[in-house]
């Protein structure tokens, strides 16, 4: 029982109990902020596998950006009764399951080819220098920014307020 | 990594995943939907990360960057729909777009 162990423990306890929150709650609001804790246990994962960039990342994009857009969606599309219905949450809940144990046994019987490695260093290095050479990750990085100016572009012309025609 | 077998982080990814699914099939309402679809998409992320942990190189981390740019391009363009069956129909459910066939 290392100091890692109880660190994975934790966060992948916070990130499993957080997630369940969301799948369960009656109160969307309570869904949204618990999807806010699984963004975190998910960045204290990725910081338990060594992963810096991708945990910052991970806090600075979901957790400030794409988290503040769904609660904004909360807010602005208020309705009156809950969605929550027991007999469709069990009927998913089976057929989810039915995909867990599918998961899980892929999970115990593949054969995971593994290495062990040194301890982890910092990674913003490595992963910059491969982001930017134009053999390895230069050209899907232009593209993905081309993509995320049109999205956003796009979310803003079809977001503005405008008079329905009928 | 110090000791953790790799099983540990595809049960928790697996989990994840589950619980994403669950969201999207018990629920009617579509932010909710979207919020299923960001639990799938980070138990993704999460195996990416991983997989490039236990592999020993960074590939994964990079796709999983990306998948966390193609979400934020995802959850603005959903929402910016979702709030327009809101203006239109006053609710949010996934059926009721269902009036636009005849």
């Known amino acids: 029982m290392t100091a890692a162990h109880i660190a994975f423990a934790a966060f992948a306890l916070i990130t499993v109990v957080s997630a369940f929150v969301v ?3 009656r109160s969307i609001v309570h869904s949204a902020f618990g999807l806010f804790f699984t963004f975190f246990g998910v960045a204290g994962l990725y910081l338990t596998l060594g992963a810096d960039f991708v945990m910052a990342a991970q806090i600075l994009i979901y957790v400030g950006g794409i988290m503040v857009l769904l609660l904004f969606g909360v807010m602005l599309t208020p309705s009156r009764r809950s969605d929550f219905v027991p007999a469709r949450f069990l009927r998913a809940l089976t057929l989810g399951a039915i995909v867990l144990v ?3 046994w892929v999970l115990k019987n593949a054969h995971w080819a593994t290495q062990e490695l040194a301890s982890p260093e910092s990674t913003i290095d490595e992963i910059g220098r491969q982001l930017l050479t134009r053999e390895q990750y230069l050209l899907p ?6 993509l995320l100016l049109a999205a956003l572009i796009g979310a803003a012309y079809l977001a503005r307020r405008r008079k329905i025609v009928d | 990594m110090d000791g953790i077998p790799i099983h540990f982080y595809l049960g928790v990814s697996a989990l994840l995943f589950f619980l994403g ?10 932010v909710y939907i979207l919020l299923g679809v960001e639990l799938i998409l980070n138990a993704a992320s999460l195996n990416f990360v991983t997989f490039s942990r236990y592999g020993g190189n960074l590939d994964g981390q ?5 998948v966390i740019i193609l979400a934020a391009a995802e959850a603005a363009v959903a929402l910016a729909i979702v709030l327009n069956i809101y203006n239109v129909f006053k609710n949010v ?7 636009l066939k005849n």
Not at chain 2, 21 to 30: Q, S
């Open chain 2, 93 to 99: 459910d996934v059926d009721t777009p269902s009036e």
């Open chain 1, 141 to 146: 990085f232009e593209v993905v920014s081309v």
């Open chain 1, 102 to 104: 599918g998961l899980l």
């Open chain 2, 62 to 66: 990079i796709v999983s960057i990306f």
């Open chain 2, 21 to 30: 699914l669950v969201t999207i099939l018990a629920r009617r309402n579509l």
């Open chain 1, 23 to 25: 799948a369960s709650h």
